[in-house]
């Protein structure tokens, strides 16, 4: 069924009402990932994740199959492609193929925050 | 291949490096869209696409099998869902079933711009 989550977050920390905030342990405490369009709408091709990093923090150094769409929503990340390294910034737009591996890193003095998008599993 | 499209647009016109703009004919002169991650980018599961609307201007009314994923990023909206509307604002999230009726119009007095991604084809 089509659904409406409404944004109720702030600048720096994006929520939408309807939608759970899941966090993270250990090496990745101050991480946390929202899916605002997944399972529980029943998004059978592809699913939207926010994940907001406080500074410093960063994603997994990781390699596998699926794709991902990223766009930067708040502050400034370095990311990692392969061997190459790249400073980005909101509205910046990153596809990172299958196989390729990748990371991001929250630089600057605010928390990051970007969509990634997955198909679905 | 993994790719960063850098931004390079303004707060109510989004523009991106490598990202060609795609302009509509006759009812839908104003409105214009950009693939930023899509077949260009062998992206081959999901396509995410820029949607700018001129203020006033409307999107086809128009129902499908395929699902969409929504992020409102800049200016107002009216959205139709079969016989329901909702108005959107910035950051606010709308998933789009398959086969549900859906239109989006660019409300207010700045651009409409938003982000929509659907199944690769």
Chains 1, 2 share one sequence.
């Not at 939408?16 to 990745?28: I, L, M, P, Q, T």
């Not at 029943?42 to 990223?70: A, C, K, T």
Request: proline letters at 5%.
């Amino acid at each position: 069924m089509s659904v409406v989550h409404r944004f109720n977050g702030k600048p720096n920390d994006y929520r939408w009402e309807g939608v759970k905030v899941r966090e993270y342990d250990d090496e990745f405490e101050g991480v946390t990932r929202q899916v605002f369009i997944g399972p529980d709408e029943d998004s059978n091709n592809f699913h939207m994740r926010y994940f907001h990093l406080e500074p410093g923090m960063h994603s997994n150094l990781e390699r596998h199959p699926h794709e991902h769409g990223v766009l930067i929503l708040h502050g400034k990340a370095k990311v990692q492609l392969n061997d190459e390294f790249f400073d980005v910034h909101p509205n910046d737009a990153i596809f990172i193929s299958g196989n390729d591996l990748h990371q991001f890193v929250a630089t600057g003095d605010q928390p990051l925050g970007f969509l990634c998008v997955i198909k679905a599993k």
